[in-house]
């Protein structure tokens, strides 16, 4: 718990642990990746398949469209980064669910704290470890792209109902077309060519650990790679080395106990990596791969990339001018970078007991990142497309560090009055942010052209016009806080906690700095009372049922948002002597809101914890309701105010859900055997948004260009839906048309019916609603395992439900999914007919549910067996000897059409997820690996 330690049988709010042992135990060099499945409460997402990627977190809905992230406590300092860690560094997580067990952390509790325990000394012999494994990597499931004659004929047919000419290919493409008709060539598949065939990954972790009663310490070092599936011929790339220190030392010991200890916690973490474009419609290289031409090659004759003048030479017609080499414009525009981080996360403490179970604790954090990165793009033209050519080469540099720093101080007392035991600590802390700066720059015409190993600043010769350099200080900010908490039990039957923390944040005027955030919970250990004796000679070994309620805070802004800020820049600037040259201007470029203030999260949660059977089976339940009000949002205002937006407090959320966790470990002799499976239920539903339509519009332009908003948040709708227009099948006869009374002007057999929704007897903007909700109403998660001699067995799988996706246009069109469309009376109900791209069938701003598909998946996400030769040679100079093999996403049953239907993305908003628009999947990997004990 936070600032302390507690019995687990008396916690009284909502946590669940997970040991760094079961983490290890799944071999991934993720610590998120494998808490996939074992933390009800807890849906986590991968946000991208491509290597070096971060997870979406989120404890309990979300309850904000800001800042969703849990807050990470590492070794008792606030604001880590769990991805810096290796799962062998760690020796247990806990996450604080409810409240009451993160009010203690109030001010950025709001949306949960996860607690990371590194892994510690121990008194006794030394023992040193090595963990590691080697794997190979592969795409789970290939997107079925059409092929050449396929793409010839789905064009020609969308022409032909476009009333557009029909291509002649022989004359397009004439060498391309003589080849397919031959047979000699099928086109490209250009997801092929970009796959990385048994990419390979690996981790070795050492361990040491060791200490007596004065002096305890742990020693670990750790490095990981990975490369990505797709991506070739510069395949994304992941390496990572992480160091760690962690040692305590008794200076002074009394009767009993240690007077003065001294102790800090050392970790550092060193990143490299580089990948490909991964984003939006125009910045994603697994989209660009789906909508290229078969016909076009992507090396000629000589084996170099099929470029513009490549295709003069095989007398391209102009129809087909345009059509940019997909996988030259991914080296050239987004493969060749790289980028470093150096990360520093230390605290040294001193605590000072001068009474039994009084303790003073002081401790000082320190936490630095350094980075670099480097990216290069090559002088290319491609085709006659702007986004085929570049004119010049040019390199670009970015380097950047931050600092930050915390000092705690707690009082903590542990007393007891005969049966009434209590544990009181008080505290304060204070922390603060933004020591560093960034730098950018761009430099053009490299005298190392195509070189990227040579491309950096100093050997370009000109300044790209485009990039102006920028210097930026980091944003500063600081936190203060007061805290204080009283835990009570009797006789380990009544147990009763209250915790107040008071905040005060930089981020917000005076009057409005200060947040206070109390909790109350308590439990009742039931089954000690007398009267459960039957109850407890049947079988129930221990049930406490629980209650709690609290607050918590966020105040994630930018900072000075209640000052009117003012900026410096040439587009805004002034004009002198003609206009030939311009001055730099300075304005205001926020709206200033004095009044913006803490957004608050309000938990009730009611539970209990259960053991029957000689604890053979352990039951956990949870209902809770989650209330987050005045929401931290950037208000929308009108261009006519001239300057940015203010964050305002702007609206509530509640989410509402059960947790269940039921646990059986067993054995028969030599044979063990351990079930655990787990399901959280949530809703999800925005309350307020103050303003007057009561919405957060999204984005245009998402799943194609030009077409209209397809998400928002909006009152009485759970946060992100999916917004458009619902469908009732396709036209399938002139008769229909006629006959339906409510339809689009100019109708015809094979357009899409849409929905009059709102029954004004016309279809127009108004009839848009929901029509999907990425967010799922069921994650659940199962771990089986199994034990003979020294032979050992393992499973896990997890699973979401209720979700919906949505898809690109181009997901459809340029896959074999668009044989299932409309070409005559009877032929679909779902796909409407070949036309064009921007027609109402196929988008242009009439995003409808034909883009939707339900997104249900159970992932079996790892499967182990190993077996300990430490049973077999008895005399071996190692406690453990256990080789293992494991299978990474073997099998994922589901009825979605893409590659993997687990899609954190969200278009950059943290608040969206389920958009595929060539979404980078997860491989499916098999590893080999062992674990020694020395």
Do not use: C
């Not at 730099?584 to 938990?603: C, H, K, R």
């Not at 859900?657 to 959280?680: K, P, R």
Request: no cysteine.
């Amino acid at each position: 718990m936070g600032y302390g330690v507690q019995k687990k049988k008396l916690v009284t709010g909502a946590t669940v642990q997970v040991s760094g042992d079961d983490l290890q135990k799944l071999s991934t060099s993720s610590a998120l990746g494998a808490l996939q499945s074992q933390t009800p409460g807890v849906n986590i997402t991968q946000s991208s398949g491509q290597p070096g990627e971060n997870f979406k977190v989120v404890v309990r809905g979300l309850g904000t469209i800001g800042n969703a992230s849990p807050l990470y406590v590492i070794d008792g300092v606030p604001g880590g980064d769990i991805n810096n860690l290796n799962p062998s560094d760690i020796e247990s997580i806990d996450v604080l669910k409810d409240a009451a067990s993160a009010a203690i952390y109030g001010a950025r509790a709001a949306n949960g704290v996860i607690l990371v325990t590194t892994k510690q000394g121990k008194a006794g012999k030394m023992q040193l470890s090595y963990d590691g494994f080697y794997g190979v990597q592969n795409v789970y499931k290939m997107f079925p792209l059409l092929n050449a004659t396929e793409y010839m004929t789905i064009t020609n047919e969308g022409r032909f109902n476009s009333g557009s000419t029909l291509y002649d290919y022989s004359q397009e493409a004439p060498v391309q077309y003589a080849k397919i008709a031959s047979g000699q060539w099928n086109g490209t598949n250009w997801l092929e060519e970009m796959r990385n065939k048994n990419a390979p990954t690996q981790n070795h972790a050492f361990n040491l650990t060791g200490g007596n009663d004065q002096s305890k310490t742990a020693l670990g070092f750790s490095y990981a790679t990975q490369e990505g599936i797709f991506g070739k011929p510069v395949e994304p790339f992941f390496e990572r080395y992480t160091a760690r220190l962690n040692s305590e030392h008794v200076l002074l010991k009394g009767k009993g106990f240690d007077i003065i200890k001294i102790g800090e916690n050392l970790n550092y973490m060193f990143r490299k990596n580089h990948g490909i474009g991964i984003g939006n419609i125009y910045w994603n290289d697994v989209h660009n791969m789906i909508v290229s031409n078969p016909l076009l090659p992507v090396y000629n004759d000589e084996g170099e990339f099929y470029d513009k003048a490549s295709k003069d030479a095989d007398h391209w017609s102009s129809n087909f001018t345009g059509v940019g080499n997909s996988i030259a414009q991914m080296v050239y525009r987004r493969g060749q970078n790289e980028g470093e981080n150096h990360s520093l996360m230390a605290n040294a403490y001193l605590e000072v007991q001068p009474i039994k179970g009084l303790v003073w604790r002081s401790s000082y954090a320190y936490r630095m990142n350094l980075w670099t990165y480097r990216s290069y793009t090559n002088k290319f033209e491609l085709s006659t497309d702007a986004d085929d050519v570049s004119t010049f080469d040019y390199v670009s540099q970015q380097q950047g560090n931050n600092r930050q720093w915390s000092f705690d101080n707690t009082v903590s007392y542990n007393f007891k009055i005969k049966d009434h035991t209590f544990d009181a600590v008080v505290g304060q802390s204070v922390e603060k942010w933004g020591y560093g700066s960034q730098l950018q720059a761009e430099m053009t015409r490299t005298i190392f052209p195509g070189d990227f190993n040579k491309a950096y600043l100093s050997n370009g010769t000109e300044p790209n016009p485009s990039s102006n350099p920028s210097g930026t200080p980091e944003g500063q900010g600081s936190l203060a806080s007061f805290f204080g908490r009283v835990n009570y039990n009797y006789k380990e039957t009544y147990m009763a906690s209250a915790v107040l923390r008071i905040d005060g944040s930089s981020n917000f005027a005076r009057g409005h700095r200060w947040g206070k955030f109390p909790s109350f919970s308590a439990g009742w250990v039931i089954s000690n009372e007398p009267f459960m004796e039957n109850l407890r000679d049947k079988g129930l070994d221990f049930l406490k049922p629980r209650a709690s309620w609290g607050q918590n805070g966020n105040s994630d802004i930018n900072a000075f948002q209640y000052l009117a800020t003012i900026r410096f820049d040439n587009q805004n600037g002034y004009f002198f002597n003609g206009y030939n040259s311009r001055s730099p201007g300075a304005y205001p470029d926020i709206l200033p809101n004095q009044d913006v203030s803490w957004e608050t999260s309000q938990q009730l949660d009611l539970g209990f914890d259960a053991r029957i059977l000689n604890s053979r089976l352990g039951i956990n339940f949870d209902w809770f309701r989650k209330d987050t009000k005045d929401w931290l949002v950037r208000a929308p205002v009108l261009l006519s105010y001239g300057t940015g937006a203010p964050y305002i407090n702007g609206g509530d959320i509640r989410n509402e859900g059960y947790e269940l966790m039921l646990n059986w470990n067993d054995h028969i002799g030599d044979f063990q055997y351990g079930l655990s499976i787990n399901a959280s239920y949530l809703k999800n539903e925005v309350t307020r948004i103050a303003n007057g339509e009561g919405i957060i519009h999204g984005d245009n332009s998402v799943l194609a260009q030009g077409m209209g908003e397809m998400y928002r948040a909006q009152v009485g709708f759970p946060i992100g839906y999916f917004y458009g227009f619902k469908t009732a099948g396709i036209f399938q006869n002139q008769a229909q048309v006629d006959n339906t009374p409510v339809k689009k002007d100019g109708a015809a057999p094979g357009d899409v019916i849409f929905v009059d929704y709102n029954g004004d007897g016309q279809i127009t903007e108004a009839d848009r609603t929901m029509i999907g909700d990425p967010h799922p109403d069921v994650t659940s998660g199962l771990t089986l395992t199994l034990g003979y001699k020294g032979f050992d067995f393992a499973l896990t799988a997890n699973g979401q439900f209720g979700q919906q996706i949505i898809k690109g246009v181009d997901q459809i069109t340029n896959s074999t999914e668009i044989f299932g469309r409309w070409y005559g009376e009877g032929t679909s109900n779902k796909l409407p007919r070949l036309g064009s791209n921007k027609s109402d069938n196929w988008g242009n701003n009439y995003a409808s549910d034909i883009f939707i598909e339900n997104g249900d998946f159970v992932k079996i996400s790892n499967i182990t067996l190993g077996y300990d030769f430490k049973k077999l040679f008895r005399n071996m100079p190692l406690s453990q000897a256990r080789l293992y093999i494991t299978a990474q996403n073997l099998f994922t049953f589901t009825g979605y059409s893409g590659m993997d239907p687990e899609i954190g993305y969200g278009y950059g908003q943290s608040w969206v997820q389920g958009i595929d628009l060539g979404f980078f999947p997860s491989p499916r990997t098999y590893l080999i690996g062992v674990n020694l004990k020395f």
